[in-house]
């Protein structure tokens, strides 16, 4: 009995010893996993790109219903929260690139549904908004606005036209924060609209336009208590600012 208690013992020591290792290794993989389906959607959108003269595929969301929503010709169609099947992924202008649902899902993103809790959602991921985007945020406030736009950056359908960062800097897919994705549109300008998940290991995944895939290490953990805070000291926001379009 003495001897099978220090077996158990010993196992439970190394049970204690492992399981932190596992659960990091299963985090890597799922962060890789991550990056291999964004790596899909950035060459799906640079294959649209060729097939379109140099355009980027159109992102255009507008309120519905009360709700933000990505509609006809955009990349995906609806809103993330609240989409039940996969028809507004397989309807998007990018599905005959990139045609698994799948791919537009990251492993790590265990958000459900709103009102659905046992539903898991179908996409974690948007793209930068001064790529082409254009909504309206709430009632009469369009975007792109040339009174609201901050002036240091510039909204771009093509990637021949940009002159700073080049297309190795300015990111298109992103991990998108289960509270603020709704449409296929990211907004950031000099303050926060959508905040990044950070769901690998305090990071986020992200496509860049010359085709690239990196996860970036956040300085603090991006959250509802503070990713909507202005960006005074913000290395993050900053981080990311640095790499959308400029004049």
Same mark, same amino acid.
């Given at each position: 009995m003495i001897e099978l208690l220090a077996v158990i013992a010993i196992i439970a020591i190394l049970a204690a010893l492992l399981l932190p290792t596992l659960a990091k290794a299963k985090a890597r993989s799922k962060s890789t996993y991550c990056l291999n389906t964004l790596k899909q959607l950035q060459l799906g959108w640079k294959q649209? =790109?060729? =097939?379109?003269n140099g355009s980027f595929p159109v992102n255009t969301s507008r309120v519905v219903a009360g709700l933000l929503e990505s509609i006809s010709n955009s990349w995906v169609l609806g809103n993330a929260q609240y989409d039940a099947d996969a028809t507004n992924i397989t309807s998007g202008s990018l599905y005959p690139e990139v045609n698994s649902p799948s791919v537009y899902h990251c492993p790590a993103d265990q958000a459900t549904l709103k009102g659905k809790a046992s539903v898991p959602r179908l996409r974690s991921y948007s793209v930068e908004g001064w790529l082409g985007a254009n909504f309206n945020y709430n009632d009469g406030w369009f975007w792109p606005n040339p009174l609201t736009v901050p002036p240091t950056y510039m909204f771009k359908t093509r990637e021949s036209t940009l002159t700073q960062p080049g297309p190795a800097d300015?990111?298109?897919?992103? /991990? /998108? /924060? =289960?509270q603020t994705i709704d449409d296929g549109i990211f907004v950031i300008g000099d303050v926060w609209y959508d905040c990044p998940a950070d769901r690998h290991s305090q990071g986020a995944n992200l496509t860049f336009l010359d085709g690239h895939v990196e996860r970036h290490? $956040?300085?603090k953990s991006r959250d509802a208590s503070n990713w909507h805070r202005p960006t005074a000291s913000d290395t993050d926001h900053d $981080?990311?600012?640095a790499h959308l379009p400029m004049k």
């Amino acid at each position: 009995m003495i001897e099978l208690l220090a077996v158990i013992a010993i196992i439970a020591i190394l049970a204690a010893l492992l399981l932190p290792t596992l659960a990091k290794a299963k985090a890597r993989s799922k962060s890789t996993y991550c990056l291999n389906t964004l790596k899909q959607l950035q060459l799906g959108w640079k294959q649209y =790109e060729t =097939e379109n003269n140099g355009s980027f595929p159109v992102n255009t969301s507008r309120v519905v219903a009360g709700l933000l929503e990505s509609i006809s010709n955009s990349w995906v169609l609806g809103n993330a929260q609240y989409d039940a099947d996969a028809t507004n992924i397989t309807s998007g202008s990018l599905y005959p690139e990139v045609n698994s649902p799948s791919v537009y899902h990251c492993p790590a993103d265990q958000a459900t549904l709103k009102g659905k809790a046992s539903v898991p959602r179908l996409r974690s991921y948007s793209v930068e908004g001064w790529l082409g985007a254009n909504f309206n945020y709430n009632d009469g406030w369009f975007w792109p606005n040339p009174l609201t736009v901050p002036p240091t950056y510039m909204f771009k359908t093509r990637e021949s036209t940009l002159t700073q960062p080049g297309p190795a800097d300015v990111f298109v897919f992103i /991990d /998108d /924060d =289960e509270q603020t994705i709704d449409d296929g549109i990211f907004v950031i300008g000099d303050v926060w609209y959508d905040c990044p998940a950070d769901r690998h290991s305090q990071g986020a995944n992200l496509t860049f336009l010359d085709g690239h895939v990196e996860r970036h290490q $956040w300085r603090k953990s991006r959250d509802a208590s503070n990713w909507h805070r202005p960006t005074a000291s913000d290395t993050d926001h900053d $981080w990311l600012a640095a790499h959308l379009p400029m004049k």
